[in-house]
């Protein structure tokens, strides 16, 4: 069996919309041009068949899963790399508010009396992705798998159904048969027609989105993993072509009229004001099936299948994100796996821009894909010419003779896919431009101006840290310890033991007066207790704690500048948020502003209250259940060895000096 | 010459509104009540000089400037004491509500035209007093003496010129004086008349809202600080009893007509489509002055006396807060004074929940005051009540007859003022609760447990820190020092040979094997270089960082228990926000979880990347600044040494153990 599911849902969802996007734009022409549907799907179906193959050639050579970025960065340079980056940001933010806005258009189709809150069910939809996912999915294969092939299955019947109604004599008949449709231009001809012409065609190509998703998967196929992803690649290309070429065809034959949904009052004998447009797979569906029990099924699974490639986009945002964060064009920490906090802020970050775009544009799926495509086919060709150059490269160090031929078959597949792939985006920037796609043309290069600003400032930072020769024999000669003293408490007395037992060079305890009272009691208990380390007040006439230690500090390292200054903080460590807020605030302070001092060191000595020890055990549960999730869907393998990682606790020799 | 200006703003600016707060309520039994003016306005000027005297006597017994809730807390109990607080804090937001508004109808009353912006006009100037504290406002005695005398001469100057046309026989004639009023009920008698009369004298009782926060204020009173407190306050009395009571005769004499302005289209003759009622003040200045340049000045220094009001409340609600802090019902960081970001917080409280009053009760003067009075009339009755105490214990412990008949005498004056202010407050319940009153009969509640969960807090984990005697000789046997390695460059390198210098008992360097390749590279650039401290990478099979090296820490412990375990940590300083996002993220998290962690303390290794020296530079500099600027508003006494706060850098000796 193949692995399907998990990156097969993009894809295959496109062809609930693909159909319907060549029918609008003909349909701007009315019904005289509708004839061309057939012709166009054809061109969409060569297309993908193109692309398709030329993946296929590409996830051999590139099997660790960078996809187009890795390609183009290694074959075309950092800027066709970081331009695919963009593109592919911007094409997870597009997927998830085109199929999001899809599945609400279907969801409509079934329950028509929802149309009023179209926005608000697919802004409520991105919301409820979102709260999964950070939440942390626990998605098996399975939960997955079933919607795809119950999608497949329906559609598939769908199809077949529809064939043996036609050829049984009782052809589908689409409600909307009998609609006319007023042309926008009643004479379309010479340039005009084409940019008609091909303009419909550009729309009908968002049935390829979604097939550059499978090149960023091939390491979670099951081994072989480069033959599967390549089996994996011709089924769905197969599929995918069965299912649009399928709805299609029975779209032209049930005569389904559908114009861009914020037109529809243009339809003769359509009553915009009181009835909804169905998408055209639920138009299809009505025709062949009735209002019958497979149809809903129809609906349900089209819906289904659009949330699981919506949320494919928030798995693949922050993985695309870490491996950015890798090569140093995000911030570093994206690059953490397994680290919540910056997966949480890859969704809220992909989610918030869904939202933005969809309520931009009213859920509208047909403004949104003149917007996703652009993405797309950016990725596609540059990822393609990336593979030309591959293949050249291979050939200038191929010998054997069977080899170059493979390579020279393989590159004039990519040269097919780059040529054609670019041409389809051409002619996406020149009919879609002024539709939308120029935002994402705006967008991409302030994506690619970011992250290339945040690359230099790594590179101009490893370079200021660049360590000279020599620079690992430069140390302290003595340590200065202080330890700072509010009031005698645990937490004090630990640091000063925790001090006492590192026997640095010198060592005293340091308070600020503040209060003359307090400090008074403070001395006098210190004397009482025969506390061992002197007390040291510094005087603080303005009544700041921060400032007369900092001075304390530079005065020391002054008067002696080969020597560190260990400041040892006692903090206490609290279990709630707002205990936080009530504790440690001024050594947080301090710490920071002593961190800007040369020749410190800043010692934390941790007293854990009570309620710490709670919110400990929460956290180690929690990334317990959080690995063993991980595992469980196959994200991370299971471990090697033991349960604490493989470490055992081997102390290191003493003192190596 | 007396130090008025700084509180007496607060204080002075009440007579800008104490009279026509009597005329709304009295206006509302149409002109058949107005007759009471006089009697409730003498009132209200006995009462302010009970009150005053009571005070002369409070700010003799605590001269340190706590006020009313020094005076409760210490004599009725700590609940009394928290009361006082919440009220105090309640009073400042209405203090900058209500100062506010009056002054934005009194620029209304110049400028008509900008009538429909008022509440926006109050909004922004809330926003400007909080711009220009956030700031750090450089106020010096002279600005704020400027505007207080300025208001002071203009007044009396009203009030002068208003009797000298009176007895020329020519009587100023308000612009209201022909205008009627239809009454709200048209006979009012028996218990309703009580009420009704009340009311109207609680809404006068805001001519002493004020005196409060002369008791707060006695510090920053030049030397004799309390005579000079006392006669300020006498001063302080006799200046608004005069100007209160003048302006309230000259209102009377010039028939000045007003009513809420919510109610202005009941005034018959008064076209409240076109028109805005204005200020009795105004009204009483136009009737005097005419529309001259003395109108205008007296508009300006109303308006100008209120904004310092209300400015007075930005300082004293952060210095309250300090108190509080030092008491442990706040969170303690709030003491600390001179700490911008404090003061920050305690502003921007301050002045949200006065922009929530402003646009809750549309700048309404009227409103806002009947929930004023209730917070200021607490303050004083506890006070005083407090005071009434102070004096019986007094007197348990006198023994000269001459101290004690003096003592009696002050007990005479404090009682008077305890039931008095006690009798007003009563009465202000009654009449204005359901006008608002009891909002802050909710509100006070809430902050009063708030405090006290606070405090109770702060206390049980002051038990929990109570050290064990004895505790101070558990010295850790030895110190596993490890040092954390993600590359080799400058800050690790610092990093080990801060580690190096202090000589811990065993020292290693650990690395996470997140990624292979990476690892190895690590390795064989530490081997070439020779570094002299064994390298131990941390198996990750979860492409963790932090799970592993809290293992490993554990691990040494488990084994070791007696031991401490130092953890140094490499880090960046950085000048930007943003750059603070790109580095150290991992380190923070990290830090956070050791920290979390028995027996081990966190070494913060800083390495200034030069980005940090210029934001250093900004902080020391702003530091000063605000120093010098706080000398210089007499915030805080100049420093008794040098510049360096008398801090002089002496090495302590060597090796205290
Ligand atoms: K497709
Ligand atoms: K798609
Ligand atoms: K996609
Ligand atoms: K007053
Ligand atoms: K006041
Ligand atoms: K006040």
Request: glycine share 6%; charged share 15%; net charge positive.
């Amino acid at each position: 069996r193949i692995a399907l599911p998990v990156f097969a849902s993009d894809m295959l969802s496109s062809v609930t919309y693909a159909t319907q996007e060549i029918l609008v734009f003909l349909s701007l022409g009315g019904l005289a041009y509708l004839y061309l549907t057939p012709w166009l799907a054809g061109a969409v179906i060569l297309l993908l068949l193109v692309v398709v193959a030329s993946y296929r050639q590409l996830v051999r050579a590139y099997p660790t899963g960078g996809g187009d970025y890795e390609v183009a960065s290694k074959n075309i340079g950092q800027p066709a790399g970081l331009t695919v980056a963009s593109a592919l940001l911007v094409d997870y933010v597009l997927t998830v508010a085109v199929s999001v806005s899809a599945g609400v258009d279907n969801l409509i189709s079934a329950v028509p009396s929802l149309d009023s809150s179209r926005v608000l069910l697919a802004v409520l939809a991105v919301l409820l992705l979102t709260a999964v996912n950070l939440r942390g999915l626990r998605e098996s294969g399975t939960a997955f798998a079933i919607p795809t092939y119950a999608f497949i299955s329906i559609v598939l019947l769908l199809i077949l159904w529809g064939l043996v109604k036609i050829v049984a004599g009782d052809p589908p008949v689409a409600e909307s048969a009998h609609y006319t449709i007023d042309p926008e231009k009643t004479h379309i001809a010479g340039f005009a027609l084409v940019f008609f012409v091909l303009r419909a065609f550009s729309s009908g190509c968002t049935a390829l989105t979604g097939v550059e998703a499978i090149a960023n998967g091939v390491p979670a196929f099951r081994k072989p993993k480069i033959a599967n992803a390549r089996k994996t690649l011709l089924a769905m290309a197969v599929l995918s072509m069965a299912m649009f070429g399928g709805i299609t065809a029975l779209a032209m034959k049930a005569k389904v009229h559908y114009v861009d949904p914020a037109d529809s009052c243009d339809l003769g004998g359509f009553d915009c004001t009181t009835q909804v447009q169905r998408t055209v797979i639920a138009q299809v569906g009505k025709a062949v099936f009735g209002q019958s029990v497979f149809f809903y099924l129809l609906i349900a699974a089209a819906a289904l299948i659009l949330v699981l490639a919506a949320n494919t986009a928030f798995n693949g945002f922050p993985l695309l994100g870490s491996v950015l964060a890798q090569d140093r064009f995000l911030p570093r920490q994206l690059h953490t796996r397994g680290d919540r906090l910056v997966f949480s802020n890859g969704i809220l970050v992909l989610a918030g821009f869904a939202i933005l775009l969809i309520v931009a544009f009213d859920a509208s799926v047909t403004r949104l894909i003149q917007l996703y495509i652009v993405g797309v086919f950016t990725s596609f060709t540059l990822g393609q010419t990336g593979m030309v150059r591959h293949w050249n490269r291979e050939l200038t160090t191929e010998q054997d003779s069977t080899a170059r031929s493979h390579i020279r078959r393989s590159r004039v597949i990519n040269f097919i896919g780059a040529v054609s792939t670019g041409t389809v985006l051409v002619i996406v920037l020149i009919t879609k431009f002024l539709a939308g796609a120029y935002i994402v043309c705006i967008a991409m290069p302030v994506i690619y101006a970011l992250m290339r600003a945040i690359n230099k400032h790594y590179e101009s930072v490893a370079a200021e840290l660049e360590p000279d020769d020599g620079y690992e024999s430069m140390l302290p000669s003595r340590t200065h310890a202080i330890v700072l003293v509010s009031r005698i408490h645990k937490p004090t007395l630990r640091a000063l033991n925790y001090a006492r037992a590192a026997r640095p060079s010198t060592l005293e305890a340091v308070t600020v007066g503040v209060d003359a009272e307090e400090t008074a009691h403070l001395q006098s208990e210190w004397d009482r207790r025969g506390l061992p380390v002197p007390l040291k007040v510094l005087d603080s006439p303005f009544r700041e704690v921060t400032a007369p230690i900092v001075r304390y500090v530079r005065a020391i390292r002054r008067s002696s500048p080969r020597d560190v200054v260990a400041v040892y903080i006692p903090e206490y460590v609290v279990g709630h948020w707002w205990e936080q807020l009530l504790h440690n605030q001024s050594a947080l302070r301090l710490k920071t502003r002593l961190l800007f001092t040369q020749g410190v060191m800043v010692i934390s000595v941790p007293w854990q209250l009570k309620s710490s020890e709670e919110l400990e055990a929460r956290v180690v549960q929690a990334h317990k259940e959080r690995v063993k999730a991980a595992i469980a869907s196959g994200i991370i393998p299971p471990p090697p060895g033991k349960d604490d990682g493989g470490v055992a606790a081997t102390v290191p020799a003493k003192d190596p000096r």
